[in-house]
């Protein structure tokens, strides 16, 4: 049977074991949180940022996201397409540089509910590692405590690759690497 690709489906979602509050809009008030670590936000510039998914379909499946609240893909001016385009290129080195996978998806869902996405208001490309023959992770793995320490795991890998690349500075290991506003 084949399998159907729907990465999409799985969107960000908190974490149950997590009290974290998020008034109104998770992907604008989770840079402004302290603890990247602890949220798996992995990669931080002027413009964008680089999450993992909580609930990935691989390991290691990231998204990258602009720091302008809109759903609207035409709303980004060129510096942050730019930069989110950038941002991309160095997720995709560092997961080429912890996992490297046979190849990848890179994708948006935009307008909602037709598209399959579960946050529609605030734009993000999903970064999805592919293995030849792999299947959904998760119904595979199934536990979501196994889960959690998988993306842990994934965290400090694509830490560590992001952090090896130029253009970069790390505070530690508990804090996002950071991109160069000149090199974002
Ligand atoms: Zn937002």
């Given at each position: 049977m084949e399998q159907v690709f729907a990465p999409w489906r799985i969107d960000w979602v908190e974490?149950?074991?997590?009290?974290?509050?998020?008034?109104?809009?998770?992907f604008c008030e989770l840079p402004d949180h302290d603890d990247d670590r602890e949220n798996h936000l992995l990669a931080r510039g002027d413009c964008a940022y680089v999450l993992l998914n909580n609930y990935p379909y691989n390991p290691g499946h990231a998204m990258v996201i602009p720091h302008q609240h809109t759903g609207a893909y035409q709303d980004l001016d060129p510096d942050e397409l730019l930069a989110v385009d950038r941002l991309l290129q160095r997720t995709l080195d560092a997961m080429d540089d912890a996992f490297a996978p046979d190849g990848y998806?890179?994708?948006?869902n935009l307008g909602g509910d037709a598209a399959g996405g579960s946050i529609d208001d605030h734009l993000h490309a999903h970064v999805v590692p592919r293995w030849s023959g792999d299947t959904n992770f998760m119904p595979v793995i199934g536990e979501t405590n196994v889960i959690v320490e998988a993306v842990d795991d994934?965290?400090?890998?694509?830490?560590?690759?992001?952090a090896a690349q130029d253009g970069t500075t790390t505070l530690d290991e508990q804090s996002a690497v950071v991109i160069e506003s000149s090199r974002e």
């Open positions: 974490r149950s074991d997590k009290n974290e509050a998020f008034e109104d809009c998770v998806n890179v994708g948006y994934s965290y400090e890998r694509l830490h560590d690759a992001l």
